[in-house]
T-cell receptor, first 115, second 116 residues
Framework: KAGVTQTPRYLIKTRGQQVTLSCSPISGHRSVSWYQQTPGQGLQFLFEYFSETQRNKGNFPGRFSGRQFSNSRSEMNVSTLELGDSALYLC??????????????FGPGTRLTVL | AQSVTQPDIHITVSEGASLELRCNYSYGATPYLFWYVQSPGQGLQLLLKYFSGDTLVQGIKGFEAEFKRSQSSFNLRKPSVHWSDAAEYFCAVAPYSGAGSYQLTFGKGTKLSVIP
């Protein structure tokens, strides 16, 4: 099976712009979670989508949003970029099914730099 | 809220030496427990996981971890380190719900350097 893919791998934006990142989960997986990784705060959970619905949300401002499509692919969007949004954004996929002892498998990440 | 502590920010070992990376968690019940490894510029690769059952868990690349409920610990071990093991290691926990949805809470990571 192909792993989790994320595009693009690298992005450079300027403050005030918006950005969209994409994640394609492992085939058959219906849950996609997003995490932000920074040197200062470490790895932090952003949100999780399952069957096109946001099922879980971390403690991030409303500038961070996401969505999931019927094929389970997910996008996250960050509006009005700030310098502090520079980070590695990781997505993880899992089956997301109740009653399963599930595992999240991570993609390679998108490195976002905000200038 | 759950939390994860990895007390060692950076560890240096010689190739062939044994390794133990510490992880302590704070949670009201037994959570799911994971160890992930991250090479520079890469995503996270799962080394091993504990859900229930045998408290000694075997993973990939010769790693193992032992869950000790009384100490709220899940330490990662390897009997003989290879130079390719140099990377950053993250311990993570997730609440056990059986509902299919969970969010991982990560420790700050331990960077492992290996001396040839």
């Amino acid at each position: 099976k192909a792993g989790v893919t994320q595009t693009p791998r690298y992005l450079i934006k300027t403050r005030g712009q918006q950005v969209t990142l994409s994640c394609s989960p492992i085939s058959g997986h219906r849950s996609v979670s997003w995490y932000q990784q920074t040197p200062g705060q470490g790895l932090q959970f952003l949100f999780e989508y399952f069957s096109e619905t946001q099922r879980n949300k971390g403690n991030f401002p409303g500038r961070f949003s996401g969505r999931q499509f019927s094929n389970s692919r997910s996008e996250m969007n960050v509006s009005t970029l700030e310098l502090g949004d520079s980070a590695l954004y990781l997505c993880a996929s899992s089956s997301g099914l109740a009653g399963r002892t599930d595992t999240q498998y991570f993609g390679p990440g998108t490195r976002l730099t905000v200038l | 809220a759950q939390s994860v502590t990895q007390p060692d920010i950076h560890i240096t070992v010689s190739e062939g030496a044994s390794l133990e990376l510490r992880c302590n968690y704070s949670y009201g019940a037994t959570p799911y427990l994971f160890w992930y490894v991250q090479s520079p510029g890469q995503g996270l690769q799962l080394l091993l996981k504990y859900f229930s059952g045998d408290t000694l868990v075997q993973g990939i690349k010769g790693f193992e971890a032992e869950f000790k409920r009384s100490q709220s610990s899940f330490n990662l071990r390897k009997p003989s380190v290879h130079w390719s093991d140099a990377a950053e290691y993250f311990c993570a926990v997730a609440p056990y719900s059986g509902a299919g949805s969970y969010q991982l809470t990560f420790g700050k990571g331990t960077k492992l350097s290996v001396i040839p």
